[in-house]
């Protein structure tokens, strides 16, 4: 996995992706953190949904389900990734079915936990 990604650099404040842009990579945090935001009723505000730290996993969901993001994800800090293609891991699960799937596991446990979480905090609200 490590040989078929990117090492990409983001300087605070910068822009990864903004909700609604098609989905054509995800990474993994190696430094730095990031704020994943949601727009607000209001013009110009944001809702933070969460921030990622070193290890987190940004851009997953929306790549592997083929769909546009659903959130904007900014640099609160300068930052580092590793960033995969869409086509790197199109060639992935064709050369190394068993790696896929284990990306794909680790996608789904992680996706799995934020759910959780987010259901957590729901049923606190109401």
């Known amino acids: 996995m490590l040989a078929l990604g990117r090492e990409r650099r983001f300087a605070a404040g910068a822009t990864l992706f903004a909700a609604d842009e098609p989905a054509d990579w995800l990474g993994i945090v190696l430094e ?3 704020a994943v935001k949601k727009a607000a009723v209001f013009p110009g505000r944001h809702i933070l949904l969460a921030e990622l730290e070193d290890g987190g996993l940004v851009g997953e969901g929306a790549l592997l389900a083929d769909a546009s993001h659903g959130a904007t994800v900014t640099a609160v800090s300068d930052c580092r990734l590793l960033t995969w ?3 790197q891991l199109t060639s992935l699960a064709v050369e190394q079915p068993e ?3 284990k990306l ?3 996608v789904v446990e992680i996706l799995r936990l934020r759910l959780r979480g987010a259901g957590e905090r729901l049923s606190w609200i109401l």
């Open 32 to 34: 730095g953190r990031l």
């Open 104 to 106: 794909n596991r680790r």
């Open 99 to 101: 790696l896929a799937l």
């Open 85 to 87: 293609e869409r086509a």
